[in-house]
């Protein structure tokens, strides 16, 4: 038997977490069954496991998750992410003062189990950057093993034969919903994450506590963000903004743009970065939706584009917005794109100029992380980065 203490956010530099934990289980490969038993869970959490859900459902992996709904930890959208995964999903919940409040997640194939058991919610600070406590136990599967005792403890739960196990359906989320038992993602982040719900007005502290450093998320775990933004929607009669939600992915992309004549508002990106990006294989044209992030926090129209490949084997793809209606900048600084992956085939963008704020701390950044790397003839810089740093230097972009 192998037994480890998962330690996380306390000692950072040892980077461990949850989070690294499962990642490592699910990409040994070794393992044909995963369930999940946690009390609550966001949008966060639950959208770092979908690639490896998705990933392990391909292989035959047999999945199962119980979720609890109590204290309104668990938003609409974890739930409703869940139920995107295709598994067998539940909740537990009754009308009792007792909640739900396991965290457990456990890895099986025929002959050994890993078991994690400890104080991590299926939430990005739980999984990664709250300071937690578990225990990894790994054995062979046999009757005197910790494995026959948590199936014997757990067996209603795990065969799905007790009372107050609820199917997972979109009904019974829109049901939680305006029961108000769940609220929404937002809300769970506001009360849960950053504790802003109820928050008083501004008075002299009693005591005044320091910040400690957040623990960084571990190679392979990638939460979505869910963001509210402000789309401009344009009829004949009227132009109106509406209030959507967005789900964004991990992938940025920070991108120098060429001068390119008095058509600099096709940008211009390598075959490299078309590929792991954009998604764009040798060959074929790429069909895309992008939409602009304004400098006032709003979306412009979606606009559809497919990539152009050139002569000098690069792709293009038009940008329009305010920016590229503008010269293109004098001097050695030049416009710096930054993109947003939300999926596939939709994409978020937004073009910083030297006169922008915000432009320095970008530039800064992407010429540090790509100093010591071979760069485009034409000497333009590109990086592809984590959302969560861009966030950080640029928190004013809806991402």
Same mark, same amino acid.
């Given at each position: 038997?192998?037994?480890?203490i998962i ?8 980077d461990?977490?949850?989070?690294k934990?499962?990642?490592?289980q699910?990409e040994?490969?070794?393992?044909d ?8 869970a966001s949008?966060?959490?639950?959208s770092?496991?979908?690639e ?5 459902k ?5 999945i ?15 739930l ?8 067998d999903a539940r909740?537990?919940?009754?009308s009792?003062?007792n909640i739900f ?6 890895f ?19 999984l ?6 578990s225990?990894?136990?790994k ?11 948590f199936y014997?403890?757990w067996?209603g739960i ?14 019974l989320?829109e049901?939680?919903?305006n029961?108000k038992?769940?609220?929404s993602?937002?809300q ?25 450093t ?8 990638r939460?979505?963000?869910l963001?509210?933004? !402000?789309?401009?929607?344009t009829?004949?009669k $009227?132009? /109106?903004e %509406?209030e959507k939600s &967005? @789900?964004?992915?991990?992938?940025v992309?920070?991108a120098?743009?060429?001068r390119?004549?008095n058509r ?9 970065v ?14 895309i939706k992008?939409?602009n992030? !304004? ?6 129209? $979606?606009? /559809?584009? %497919?990539?152009?490949k &050139? @002569? ?5 793809y038009e ?12 001097g050695?600084?030049?416009?710096i ?6 999926d ?9 100029m030297p006169s ?5 701390k970008?530039k ?8 010591d ?8 810089r590109r990086?592809i980065?984590?959302?969560e ?10 991402i």
């Amino acid at each position: 038997m192998e037994t480890i203490i998962i330690g996380q956010g306390y000692n950072i530099e040892e980077d461990s977490s949850v989070g690294k934990e499962l990642v490592k289980q699910f990409e040994s490969n070794i393992y044909d069954s995963f369930t999940c038993l946690v009390a609550f869970a966001s949008y966060g959490g639950v959208s770092a496991l979908t690639e490896y859900i998705e990933e392990g459902k391909a292989k035959g992996m047999k999945i199962k998750v119980v979720l609890g709904v109590d204290q309104k930890a668990t938003s609409k959208e974890a739930l409703e992410e869940v139920l995107t995964w295709d598994i067998d999903a539940r909740i537990y919940h009754t009308s009792s003062n007792n909640i739900f409040h396991p965290k457990v997640y456990l890895f099986e194939n025929r002959d050994i189990f890993t078991l994690i058991v400890g104080s991590n919610n299926l939430t990005v600070p739980g999984l990664v950057q709250n300071i937690e406590c578990s225990l990894l136990i790994k054995d062979t599967i046999d009757p005197s093993s910790v494995h026959d005792d948590f199936y014997r403890y757990w067996k209603g739960i795990l065969e799905g034969t007790e009372t107050h196990l609820y199917p997972l359906t979109q009904k019974l989320i829109e049901d939680l919903y305006n029961d108000k038992i769940i609220t929404s993602e937002e809300q769970r982040s506001k009360r849960y994450d950053d504790g802003t719900d109820k928050k008083e007005d501004k008075k002299k502290e009693t005591i005044t506590f320091e910040k400690a450093t957040i623990q960084k998320f571990p190679d392979g775990f990638r939460p979505k963000r869910l963001v509210k933004v !402000k789309q401009v929607k344009t009829t004949k009669k $009227v132009t /109106k903004e %509406v209030e959507k939600s &967005v @789900k964004i992915g991990s992938a940025v992309l920070i991108a120098e743009i060429p001068r390119g004549g008095n058509r600099w508002k096709q940008a211009n990106f390598s075959k490299e970065v078309f590929h792991h990006f954009f998604g764009v294989e040798e060959g074929q044209k790429n069909h895309i939706k992008m939409t602009n992030i !304004k400098k006032d926090g709003t979306l412009g129209e $979606v606009a /559809k584009r %497919v990539s152009v490949k &050139v @002569k000098s084997h690069n792709y293009r793809y038009e940008l329009l917005c305010e920016e590229t209606k503008l010269p293109y900048p004098p001097g050695n600084d030049r416009p710096i794109g930054i993109f947003v992956k939300v999926d596939d085939r939709n994409f978020l963008y937004q073009l910083l100029m030297p006169s922008d704020d915000a432009y320095g701390k970008i530039k800064g950044y992407l010429y540090m992380e790509t100093d010591d790397k071979k760069h485009r003839a034409d000497g333009m810089r590109r990086h592809i980065a984590d959302v969560e740093a861009i966030h950080a230097l640029y928190p004013e972009l809806i991402i």
